[in-house]
């Protein structure tokens, strides 16, 4: 049974920074992509970022988040990473991670129903 365990929200000011962790159990995890998506208040869920197993990773990343978000990943701890920098009120929301069943997909996908397990989420408020 894959699980995967968010950590690391909070509140912070605009401008500033969080780190979210994302641990990952139950199979191997190289080979399979990690990605990180958002939900906010009566929005559907986004996609954020997300990594292959490379190293270093290929990424994606959508293009509200680009050159302040960074995903990353430390297969050795089997653990997944997305830094958040110069946040705006706008990024509040829910982050949550996922990770694929197939291993090793061609292309590194973006919509929530290529993804297969999920985590909890993790609540990130970005104050003005």
């Known amino acids: 049974q894959v699980q995967l365990v968010e950590s690391g929200g909070g509140l912070v000011q605009a401008g500033g920074s969080l780190r979210l962790s994302c641990a990952a159990s139950g199979r191997t995890f190289s080979g399979y992509v990690m990605g990180w998506f958002r939900q906010a208040p009566g929005k559907e869920r986004e996609f954020v970022a997300a990594?292959?197993?490379?190293?270093?990773?290929?990424?994606k990343y959508a293009d509200s988040v680009k050159g302040r978000f960074t995903i990353s990943r430390d297969n050795t701890k089997n653990t997944a990473y997305l830094q958040i920098n110069s946040q705006k009120p706008e990024d509040t929301a829910v982050y949550y991670c996922?990770?694929?069943?197939?291993?090793?997909?061609?292309?590194?996908?973006?919509?929530?129903?290529?993804?297969?397990?999920w985590g909890q989420g993790t609540q990130v408020t970005v104050s003005s």
């Open positions: 990594c292959n197993w490379w190293s270093p990773p290929g990424t």
């Open positions: 996922a990770t694929t069943r197939i291993r090793m997909p061609s292309i590194i996908p973006s919509q929530p129903n290529e993804y297969d397990y």
